[in-house]
């Protein structure tokens, strides 16, 4: 039997947040491969935290960040289903990391693409549609490179699509669904107000 060292697993808990039997077990199932048993970790957290997504999220934090020189300012609310989640060091760290995100993300003007209003994504189509790089390609190619230009753009424009400022091999939508897998509880960004100065 493949023998696991300590201070590996406690390595893996602190880069998941993930319990420590877990780690062990993740490590043990992926024959001591540090970067199999993370992903073997966020496919369960991802599991689990898809279970959770529609439970009714009613407490939370709301946080402000200031960046250095004070030009730009961010206010944020996330919630949670309990003030016991609420109060803990983690979530916290968690909301002040999304305020950052959300300051270093000047095209973020959504949460998620469901928010975006019909008339911008009608409008990037209309300037799609109408770029002359694609005038002599077939209808079907066309309609299909008009629909990934699109889908860039609303990526770029929305919170949970961007990669995250601490760990760009994940994205926002990602980082909340391996905090929702940790904390037993689901989480959602409520909303968000971006600052600039001078606008």
Known sequence: ??????????ELRHKTGAGMMNCKKA????????????????????ASADKKVNRKTIEGLVNSYIHIGGRIGVLIEVNCETDFVARREEFQELVQNLAMQIAASPDVLYIQNDDIPEDIISNEKAIESGKEDLSNKPDDIREKIILGRIDKTLKNLT??????????????????????????????IKRFTRYTLGN
Do not use: C, W, Y
Request: hydrophobic letters at 40%.
């Open 1 to 10: 039997m493949l023998h696991i060292d300590a201070e590996r697993v406690r």
């Open 27 to 46: 490590l043990l199932e992926s024959n001591g491969n540090f970067e199999e048993a993370i992903k073997s970790l966020r496919e369960k957290g991802q």
């Open 159 to 188: 919170l949970l699509n961007q990669p995250f400022i601490r760990d760009a091999n994940i994205t926002v939508d990602e980082l909340i669904k391996e905090k929702i897998s940790l904390f037993g509880e689901n989480i959602r």
